[in-house]
């Protein structure tokens, strides 16, 4: 069974895979490691964090907490196989989803920028730390997890990662004032012209690096003039992100996967996704259709297996 959420010791509250990677990147210090616990609070088996730390596997493939495999849950644990057996049984899913994992799917993408930093204890050891004050610590996190609104989210990437997942979804996501099926929020940049209202994605022909700044450019053109679609990543907009070492992680390896590959019919391709933001033919003398970026949680750009 997926585990949907841990305990994170140096952050003391329970967090998903994407929350961890994003606190990590949030900060400077690419030394630091988290400590994971099974979130209940009666289990608190360790949990390996995967690709929480490194730009070119996060942008490859989504994070997940797994168990080690000498030490599974206890018998006692929500996530023990024999207490969850039901959500193996193929027919309780609908819309192709597993229904013990529908809480979790983000139903409001909220658009302003997170104020909180996010606080990390580096003075806690987890080799010092008592199993009973652990419990106590998990307790008070699973209390206050309990309480928040987890179909919230800030990061564009959640809602993403869930649609990449569940293409044809058909629960409601809210952005802004807008409201849609999940599989008719995504649209291919090419469809421009059929509103603004969506989360428009391309595949990305070419990415270069000018001093500080990224010029991407995405591989469909406008169906009507034929004109390119590019979108230019500044440096401040770039240092006034929070996560500007996971993005400049992200982008330094697209470089490397479409120079290196030069034919992007390989498996892998690099993809963007961006919202609240719309074309705009270019002024001389450029002809071509800009996609300005002023924040970066609105993006999101990775890397996807194709069928090609
Ligand atoms: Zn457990």
Redo the contacts with the bound molecule.
Sequence with gaps: ME?LNAYCLELDQIVDPLEARNAYFSQTDKSLRFNFY???EN???KLIGANIYKPEEAVKRQPYFK?KSENP??DI????DSNTKDSKKKNTKKHGIDPVKEHIYPSVLILDRPETVIKIDKSIKNNEIKDEILKEKISVATKKYNKSNHSETIYLEKVVNYYEVNPKCEFLLKIGDTTHQYKNWFKRILYFEDGKDFIFWDFIRKIKKYGNNYSIELQSKCLKDKLSFFIYLKQEVIENYRLKRDIIGRLEYLIDLIDNKKDLNNKERAICYFVKTYPELSTQPFNRYDIPIDNLYHFVIKSIETKK
């Design positions: 585990i099974c979130s209940d289990c608190r088996i168990t849950h206890k644990c929500k996530y023990h």
